[in-house]
């Protein structure tokens, strides 16, 4: 169950927000009446509620917002269980203060907005002797390996526990909590209004994490990288785990540059099947897996570590995405699909540029590197045995293939083009990486000049699919990843899954 937490300084909005989120098969709403402007009124917010309610009036002390004295403070959580509220939650301080009455349930909560203290299990210890009918634990992740020891303690719990980490290292905790035993987790009406750090809002706990359908047996996948709140990565895979009804969840994970295979080791007790790997851990993450194929040993990173007969296996699906994407661009140009001895300029120096690279001079192209820090590009270069052009002197490279391997052009950045327009021949082929926006200012330019493109999304659907294929053994719906995408990105919205991706199961659930 999802508990949505509601915090208005009007009674008007809060009850309007709280009918409005009951429309949208909200079963549990917790009113934090300490967002409120003037003394709550109670009796009229729990007057025709229409869900079961936690009331929860939070002092300044612990990140709420209650401008009164401790005393009426204390005094609206006892009018809340009069009333009938079906929760009061109580911080572990007060709950001895405030007797159990009628049919109320008791939540006894603790949070920590430093840290994930050792002594998780003495805390628990404590609230249970706080008549409690739910414990609530909430704490901050510093390491991935925080999320671990509260999921642990969730799980040993004998009272009903709620125990997540909050910050954007605690999100797998905010997800997989259900799964090891808490009643509910907590997700805010909606992004812009998170009220914890770190706190998903309902659209995205519900329709893209799907909580609700979490169980043990789940199989849970992952992005690995820092930054990784922007990735698109957990948007695809969910929808496609959707789509084919597979029992699969897919988590943005960040975890740091220094505490990547400390992190990865700690993971694995939570029996996570399979990574997608982004920057800075590409190459990194080879010091963990246990085997490897040719390519991506030859390309030195993987974008990809899925478990197969035990072993974790690490592979790059960068390189075999944008072959695929030229390829496909080529043959709708009306040519052939022919590699070899095709004349490609590549614009970059770095981990896509080098995947790239690879795979194009394994089929036989002949490819020149150019990049805006020369030493770099130059190593490159020799390390593919190709040729090097100066990055001043790039307009001057005749190619049939041009492909953008930087980040120019890409999202803020969206009047920045890393090629002039009158350096393009009407039938080279252009391929940009950059995927957000869709549309970059190169590909417009390349279409206005007439050549064939092919963008960014093309490579990124088709690595995601592959990465799909190895962690299900299913055949990826690339079709409806490439329309889940491209909708989300146009209305843009990253991470949320739109509504209408709603399955005629979330539709049945807010019939319920
Ligand atoms: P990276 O290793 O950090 O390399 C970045 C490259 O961009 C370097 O060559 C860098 O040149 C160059 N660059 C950055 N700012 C520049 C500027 N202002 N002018 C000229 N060159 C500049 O990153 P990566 O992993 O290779 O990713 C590169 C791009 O590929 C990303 O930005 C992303 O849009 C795209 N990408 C696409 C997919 C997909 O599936 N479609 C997947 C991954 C990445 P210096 O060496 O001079 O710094």
Wanted: glycine share 8%; charged share 25%.
């Amino acid at each position: 169950m999802i508990c949505v937490s509601l915090g208005r300084t009007r009674h008007s909005s809060i009850m309007e927000e709280h009918r409005a989120l009951a429309s949208k098969g909200a079963e549990l709403v917790e009113l934090r009446v300490d967002y409120m402007r003037k003394k709550p009124d109670i009796g009229l917010l729990l007057k025709e509620r229409p869900t079961p309610v936690v009331v929860t009036c939070r002092r300044r002390s612990d990140r709420g917002r209650w401008f009164g004295t401790e005393e009426q403070r204390l005094s609206i959580l006892r009018e809340a269980i009069i009333a009938g509220a079906e929760y009061v939650d109580l911080e572990d301080d007060i709950a001895k203060s405030i007797r159990r009455y009628g049919k109320t349930k008791r939540i006894v909560s603790y949070h920590n907005f430093e840290e994930t203290p050792i002594e998780l299990y003495d805390i628990h210890r404590r609230l249970s002797q706080c008549d409690p009918d739910v414990i609530k634990i909430v704490t901050m992740a510093n390491s991935p390996g925080d999320n671990v020891r509260m999921l642990e303690m969730v799980s040993a719990a004998q009272v009903p526990t709620v125990g997540f980490c909050m910050g954007e290292l605690g999100t797998i905790s905010r997800i997989l909590c259900g799964r090891a035993g808490s009643p509910f987790t907590y997700a805010s009406f909606s992004r812009e209004r998170e009220m914890a750090p770190g706190q998903l809002s309902y659209a995205e706990v519900r329709n893209l994490y799907r909580f609700n359908k979490i169980t043990k047996d789940t199989k849970v996948f992952g992005v690995i990288g820092d930054p990784i709140a922007q990735s698109k990565s957990p948007l695809i895979h969910n929808a496609a785990f959707r789509k084919l009804g597979i029992d699969a969840v897919y988590l943005p994970l960040r975890v740091p540059a220094d505490g990547l295979l400390a992190s990865l080791k700690e993971y694995d007790s939570l029996g996570i099947s399979g990574y997608s790997v982004t920057i800075p851990h590409k190459e990194a993450v080879l010091q963990f897996c246990d085997s490897l194929d040719a390519e991506t040993d030859e390309i030195g990173a993987a974008n990809t570590l899925y478990k197969s007969d035990g072993e974790w296996k690490a592979t790059n699906t960068d390189a075999s995405a944008a072959m695929e994407a030229i390829q496909s661009g080529m043959l709708k140009a009306g040519g052939s699909h022919e590699l070899v001895g095709r004349k490609v300029l590549i614009l970059g120096a770095g981990g896509v540029a080098r995947a790239i690279g690879y795979a194009l001079q394994n089929d036989g192209a002949t490819v020149t590197i150019t990049n805006r820090s020369r030493d770099r590009g130059k190593a490159l270069a020799a390390e593919l045995k190709c040729q090097f052009a100066s990055w001043e002197n790039r307009g001057a490279e005749s190619c049939e293939i041009l492909i953008n391997c930087t980040s120019v052009g890409m999202h803020p950045n969206l009047n920045e083009t890393p090629f002039e327009p009158n350096w393009l021949s009407d039938s080279t082929l252009v391929f940009d990486t950059v995927y957000n926006p869709e549309q970059t200012l190169l590909l417009k330019h390349a279409r206005e000049r007439g050549c064939p493109t092919v963008g960014g999304i093309e490579m990124f659907v088709r690595q995601a699919g592959r990465q799909f294929e190895l962690f299900t053994g299913e055949s990826p719906p690339l079709d409806y990843m490439t329309e889940t995408l491209r909708r989300a990105m146009s209305a843009a919205r990253m991470v949320v899954a739109p509504e209408s991706e709603k399955t005629e199961d979330d539709e049945s659930e807010s019939d319920d």
